[in-house]
Protein backbone atom coordinates (compact mmCIF):
# COMPACT_ATOMS: atom_id res chain seq x y z
CA UNK A 1 0.00 0.00 0.00
CA UNK A 2 1.32 3.31 -0.84
CA UNK A 3 1.73 5.75 1.61
CA UNK A 4 -0.63 8.52 0.06
CA UNK A 5 -3.16 7.72 -2.69
CA UNK A 6 -4.45 10.01 -5.18
CA UNK A 7 -7.00 9.39 -7.56
CA UNK A 8 -5.07 10.01 -11.25
CA UNK A 9 -7.86 11.63 -12.96
CA UNK A 10 -7.82 12.74 -15.39
CA UNK A 11 -10.70 15.02 -14.06
CA UNK A 12 -12.78 17.29 -16.91
CA UNK A 13 -15.01 19.91 -15.70
CA UNK A 14 -16.61 23.12 -17.18
CA UNK A 15 -15.26 27.05 -16.23
CA UNK A 16 -16.70 28.38 -13.20
CA UNK A 17 -17.30 25.27 -11.44
CA UNK A 18 -16.06 23.84 -7.82
CA UNK A 19 -13.71 21.25 -7.95
CA UNK A 20 -12.76 18.65 -5.27
CA UNK A 21 -9.35 16.93 -5.35
CA UNK A 22 -8.20 14.46 -2.79
CA UNK A 23 -5.81 12.20 -1.41
CA UNK A 24 -5.80 9.21 1.79
CA UNK A 25 -2.46 8.78 3.50
CA UNK A 26 -1.79 5.90 5.87
CA UNK A 27 1.00 6.97 8.00
CA UNK A 28 -0.59 8.75 11.29
CA UNK A 29 2.99 10.13 11.95
CA UNK A 30 2.34 12.84 8.90
CA UNK A 31 1.60 16.38 10.28
CA UNK A 32 2.07 18.91 7.35
CA UNK A 33 0.00 18.14 4.35
CA UNK A 34 0.74 20.54 1.55
CA UNK A 35 -0.88 20.91 -2.47
CA UNK A 36 1.31 21.44 -5.56
CA UNK A 37 0.62 22.45 -8.63
CA UNK A 38 2.55 21.31 -11.86
CA UNK A 39 1.73 22.78 -15.16
CA UNK A 40 3.17 20.71 -18.34
CA UNK A 41 6.81 20.76 -18.81
CA UNK A 42 7.27 22.47 -15.42
CA UNK A 43 8.33 21.93 -11.91
CA UNK A 44 5.85 21.79 -9.12
CA UNK A 45 4.34 24.94 -7.70
CA UNK A 46 3.16 25.04 -3.62
CA UNK A 47 -0.32 26.60 -3.53
CA UNK A 48 -0.60 25.99 0.20
CA UNK A 49 0.14 23.67 3.30
CA UNK A 50 -2.05 23.43 6.77
CA UNK A 51 -0.53 21.52 9.87
CA UNK A 52 -2.77 19.27 11.61
CA UNK A 53 -6.46 19.25 10.77
CA UNK A 54 -8.49 21.85 9.66
CA UNK A 55 -8.91 24.19 6.92
CA UNK A 56 -7.37 27.08 5.33
CA UNK A 57 -8.46 29.69 2.69
CA UNK A 58 -6.11 31.59 0.05
CA UNK A 59 -8.23 33.26 -2.74
CA UNK A 60 -10.19 30.93 -4.64
CA UNK A 61 -8.41 27.59 -2.73
CA UNK A 62 -9.41 25.58 0.30
CA UNK A 63 -7.14 22.94 1.98
CA UNK A 64 -8.73 20.84 4.02
CA UNK A 65 -6.98 18.11 7.02
CA UNK A 66 -8.80 15.53 8.64
CA UNK A 67 -6.62 13.27 10.37
CA UNK A 68 -9.19 11.23 12.02
CA UNK A 69 -9.54 9.84 8.63
CA UNK A 70 -5.98 10.69 7.21
CA UNK A 71 -8.13 12.60 4.16
CA UNK A 72 -6.66 15.67 2.61
CA UNK A 73 -8.99 17.94 0.30
CA UNK A 74 -8.02 20.76 -1.86
CA UNK A 75 -11.09 22.56 -3.03
CA UNK A 76 -10.86 25.05 -6.19
CA UNK A 77 -13.99 27.93 -5.86
CA UNK A 78 -14.95 29.39 -9.98
CA UNK A 79 -12.65 27.24 -11.76
CA UNK A 80 -10.50 29.08 -15.01
CA UNK A 81 -8.85 27.25 -17.62
CA UNK A 82 -5.42 28.12 -16.31
CA UNK A 83 -6.42 26.25 -13.33
CA UNK A 84 -5.66 23.04 -15.89
CA UNK A 85 -2.76 21.25 -14.66
CA UNK A 86 -1.48 18.01 -12.41
CA UNK A 87 -2.21 19.10 -8.90
CA UNK A 88 0.43 16.23 -6.09
CA UNK A 89 -0.68 16.28 -2.69
CA UNK A 90 2.09 15.88 -0.56
CA UNK A 91 2.69 15.13 3.16
CA UNK A 92 5.65 15.53 5.83
CA UNK A 93 6.11 14.45 9.12
CA UNK A 94 7.07 16.73 12.05
CA UNK A 95 10.72 17.59 12.32
CA UNK A 96 11.47 15.58 9.19
CA UNK A 97 12.13 16.98 5.62
CA UNK A 98 11.29 14.12 2.87
CA UNK A 99 8.04 15.01 1.74
CA UNK A 100 5.90 12.07 0.30
CA UNK A 101 3.58 12.58 -3.04
CA UNK A 102 0.57 11.06 -4.14
CA UNK A 103 0.83 10.40 -7.83
CA UNK A 104 -0.78 13.50 -8.91
CA UNK A 105 -4.65 14.18 -10.15
CA UNK A 106 -4.59 15.68 -13.56
CA UNK A 107 -7.16 18.61 -13.55
CA UNK A 108 -8.79 20.21 -17.37
CA UNK A 109 -10.95 23.33 -17.08
CA UNK A 110 -12.93 23.52 -19.99
CA UNK A 111 -14.44 26.63 -21.47
CA UNK B 1 10.20 31.69 -2.76
CA UNK B 2 13.34 31.06 -4.72
CA UNK B 3 14.73 31.09 -7.80
CA UNK B 4 15.71 27.69 -8.83
CA UNK B 5 17.41 26.88 -12.05
CA UNK B 6 18.48 23.68 -13.56
CA UNK B 7 20.80 22.88 -16.03
CA UNK B 8 20.67 21.11 -18.25
CA UNK B 9 16.54 21.29 -19.20
CA UNK B 10 16.37 18.12 -21.05
CA UNK B 11 19.30 15.75 -22.61
CA UNK B 12 19.08 12.80 -24.62
CA UNK B 13 22.12 10.55 -23.68
CA UNK B 14 23.01 7.18 -24.16
CA UNK B 15 23.39 4.39 -22.64
CA UNK B 16 26.25 3.29 -20.25
CA UNK B 17 27.41 7.48 -19.71
CA UNK B 18 26.58 9.69 -17.25
CA UNK B 19 25.25 12.94 -16.92
CA UNK B 20 25.64 15.78 -14.48
CA UNK B 21 22.69 17.78 -13.54
CA UNK B 22 23.22 21.32 -12.07
CA UNK B 23 20.90 23.44 -9.80
CA UNK B 24 21.40 27.09 -8.71
CA UNK B 25 19.25 28.74 -5.99
CA UNK B 26 19.32 32.65 -5.96
CA UNK B 27 20.23 32.80 -2.04
CA UNK B 28 21.36 31.33 0.50
CA UNK B 29 19.02 27.69 1.61
CA UNK B 30 19.58 25.22 4.06
CA UNK B 31 18.65 22.08 2.69
CA UNK B 32 18.98 20.74 -0.67
CA UNK B 33 17.27 17.95 -2.60
CA UNK B 34 16.90 16.05 -5.65
CA UNK B 35 13.53 13.98 -6.80
CA UNK B 36 12.77 11.59 -9.46
CA UNK B 37 9.29 11.85 -11.69
CA UNK B 38 8.27 8.96 -13.68
CA UNK B 39 5.82 8.73 -15.55
CA UNK B 40 2.31 7.58 -13.73
CA UNK B 41 4.09 7.58 -10.58
CA UNK B 42 4.96 9.84 -7.36
CA UNK B 43 7.41 11.65 -7.01
CA UNK B 44 10.79 10.03 -5.20
CA UNK B 45 12.92 11.12 -3.49
CA UNK B 46 16.65 10.24 -4.14
CA UNK B 47 18.80 12.11 -1.71
CA UNK B 48 19.35 14.63 0.51
CA UNK B 49 22.41 16.83 -0.31
CA UNK B 50 24.56 17.85 2.62
CA UNK B 51 26.63 20.58 2.63
CA UNK B 52 30.62 19.92 2.71
CA UNK B 53 29.43 16.02 3.75
CA UNK B 54 28.01 13.05 1.95
CA UNK B 55 24.29 13.14 0.80
CA UNK B 56 21.94 11.35 2.46
CA UNK B 57 20.27 8.65 0.65
CA UNK B 58 16.60 7.06 0.21
CA UNK B 59 16.09 3.14 -0.21
CA UNK B 60 16.66 2.13 -3.02
CA UNK B 61 19.11 4.58 -4.53
CA UNK B 62 22.73 4.43 -4.02
CA UNK B 63 26.25 6.41 -4.03
CA UNK B 64 27.86 4.97 -7.00
CA UNK B 65 24.66 5.50 -9.03
CA UNK B 66 23.61 9.06 -8.05
CA UNK B 67 27.17 10.94 -6.56
CA UNK B 68 25.63 13.87 -5.69
CA UNK B 69 27.83 17.30 -4.53
CA UNK B 70 26.72 20.51 -2.46
CA UNK B 71 29.76 22.59 -2.30
CA UNK B 72 28.09 25.85 -0.60
CA UNK B 73 24.61 26.66 -0.23
CA UNK B 74 23.16 27.63 -3.19
CA UNK B 75 24.82 25.11 -5.85
CA UNK B 76 24.12 21.39 -5.68
CA UNK B 77 24.94 18.86 -8.48
CA UNK B 78 23.69 15.40 -9.14
CA UNK B 79 25.17 12.94 -11.74
CA UNK B 80 23.10 9.65 -13.36
CA UNK B 81 25.93 7.14 -13.67
CA UNK B 82 25.72 4.67 -16.20
CA UNK B 83 22.66 5.27 -17.38
CA UNK B 84 20.08 2.88 -18.44
CA UNK B 85 16.89 3.18 -20.28
CA UNK B 86 14.87 2.85 -16.97
CA UNK B 87 17.07 6.23 -15.94
CA UNK B 88 14.47 7.95 -18.16
CA UNK B 89 12.75 10.56 -16.24
CA UNK B 90 12.73 13.85 -14.93
CA UNK B 91 14.96 14.68 -12.35
CA UNK B 92 13.89 17.41 -9.81
CA UNK B 93 16.17 19.77 -7.30
CA UNK B 94 14.15 21.22 -4.42
CA UNK B 95 15.16 23.66 -1.42
CA UNK B 96 13.71 24.88 2.00
CA UNK B 97 15.01 26.47 4.67
CA UNK B 98 15.00 29.97 3.42
CA UNK B 99 15.46 32.89 5.02
CA UNK B 100 12.00 34.13 7.23
CA UNK B 101 10.14 31.19 5.17
CA UNK B 102 8.89 28.08 7.07
CA UNK B 103 11.33 25.48 7.12
CA UNK B 104 8.64 22.95 6.15
CA UNK B 105 8.25 24.60 3.10
CA UNK B 106 10.01 22.89 -0.42
CA UNK B 107 10.59 24.91 -3.76
CA UNK B 108 11.20 23.12 -6.74
CA UNK B 109 13.32 23.38 -9.73
CA UNK B 110 11.81 23.54 -13.29
CA UNK B 111 12.78 19.60 -13.64
CA UNK B 112 15.75 18.38 -16.08
CA UNK B 113 14.44 15.29 -18.44
CA UNK B 114 16.31 13.00 -19.40
CA UNK B 115 15.99 10.47 -22.11
CA UNK B 116 18.41 7.26 -22.27
CA UNK B 117 18.60 5.75 -25.60
Known amino acids: QKEVEQDPGPLSVPEGAIVSLNCTYS??????FMWYRQYSRKGPELLMY????GNKEDGRFTAQVDKSSKYISLFIRDSQPSDSATYLC???????????FGTGTQLKVEL | SAVISQKPSRDICQRGTSLTIQCQVD?????MFWYRQQPGQSLTLIAT?????????ESGFVIDKFPISRPNLTFSTLTVSNMSPEDSSIYLC??????????????FGPGTRLLVL
Open chain 2, 27 to 31: SQVTM
Open chain 2, 49 to 57: ANQGSEATY
Open chain 1, 27 to 32: NSAFQY
Open chain 2, 94 to 107: SVSGLAGVDVETQY
Open chain 1, 90 to 100: ATLTGGGNKLT
Open chain 1, 50 to 53: TYSS
